[in-house]
């Protein structure tokens, strides 16, 4: 088990469709990372959370909207996605940004896009 | 952003040491090199990270070239449990980009 919860873990959707992604760690981390992952791919960075404030957009689609709520919670929303955008997302936390911290990753969701 | 480069792949027999190679000739005076690894149908599992001097935890041990364009993660006897693709990361603030990766198989 991680210290990363990510939910669902497995979510179908329709092109149409509005959906969120949730991630949450307890950890007392402050910052918070969520990652793209295609099959037998390198995980890519797509957005950075420190101190919960949007530090960096790796010029991820508008369809992908993050949101920090507080420091223990990271949410993707989902929107007018595309097929290509089926893969897996990670979420990811780490004491601060700094290149020091260790980051601490979730299992990730499954998403599959119809 | 600073890029590693690492084999593709290597094979291991269990119970044996793994010496894991990765270079990163554009290496910058404060990236810190970190090690990665990521098991089937898991997220990245963090290894080990250093700066200068080698470094060793319970999972593995990190020697670093006196220039610091390449490192070495050792697994010091290999379980099958150690089969997984590990990455070699230079951490730059606020990002860390995987690069290919090394896929490592452990042999029975």
Known sequence: ?114 | DAKTTQPNSMESNEEEPVHLPCNHSTISGTDYIHWYRQLPSQGPEYVIHGLTSNVNNRMASLAIAEDRKSSTLILHRATLRDAAVYYCILGNDYKLSFGAGTTVTVRA
Not at chain 1, 20 to 29: A, D, F, I, R, T
Not at chain 1, 101 to 113: A, D, E, I, M, Y
Request: hydrophobic share 30%.
């Open chain 1, 1 to 114: 088990d991680t210290e990363v919860t990510q939910t669902p873990k497995h979510l179908v959707m329709g092109m149409t469709n509005k959906k969120s992604l949730k991630c949450e760690q307890h950890m007392g981390h402050r910052a918070m990372y969520w990652y793209k992952q295609k099959a037998k791919k390198p995980p890519e960075l797509m957005f950075v959370y420190s101190y919960e404030k949007l530090s960096i957009n790796e010029s991820v689609p508008s369809r992908f909207s993050p949101e920090c709520p507080n420091s223990s919670l990271l949410n993707l929303h989902l929107h007018a996605l595309q097929p290509e955008d089926s893969a897996l997302y990670l979420c990811a936390s780490a004491l601060w940004t700094g290149s020091n911290s260790p980051l601490h990753f979730g299992n990730g969701t499954r998403l599959t896009v119809t």
